[in-house]
């Protein structure tokens, strides 16, 4: 008779794990993107055409929501959410490690150019939410984000990643 009472214990803690992930998005914050949800980030590279995508695509993505600390004192330790660079290139069959260089440019002129190693070895999450929060008008529609480098390196405003070989 014991196992059944550990059988219907391993089912409610099982529903309890689906309940409760169900509420929290699976890890990630729930970010309400409605305010630029249907704004765009351009890649190229990857394919003979541009790919364009909206916010709203990358959310639907898997994504993570991860602490991050620059090692400049501009920012601080920042909780973000969104897809890694790696599962947006794996929708295309690719991943970081086929990329020599990135270019991620935000609509400021703003831009940074990510070396292989970077791409191959760093986390490089493109994030939507900071803090739980929808990103402010300032950041908006997306982030860069390379958790423990100089926040130099964190774009704002992204709008067009460029790939080469």
Known sequence: MWWKSRASLALFLAAMIAFAAALTGCGTDDIDISGYGDQTVTITGVTDKDITLTIADLKAMDCVTVSAESTSDKIGEV????????????????????????????????????????????????????????????????????????????????????LTD
């Open 79 to 162: 909780r973000v959410t969104g897809p890694t660079l790696d599962t947006v290139l794996g929708q295309f069959g690719m991943s970081c490690k086929d990329i020599g260089q990135a270019r991620v440019c935000g609509r400021d002129d703003y831009d940074v150019k990510l070396t292989a190693d970077t791409l191959a070895n760093d986390q490089i999450i493109l994030a939507f939410g900071i803090d739980g929060q929808p990103l402010g008008e300032e950041d908006a529609p997306l982030r860069l984000i390379i958790p423990g480098s100089d926040s130099a390196w964190w774009v704002r405003m992204v709008e067009r990643i460029e």
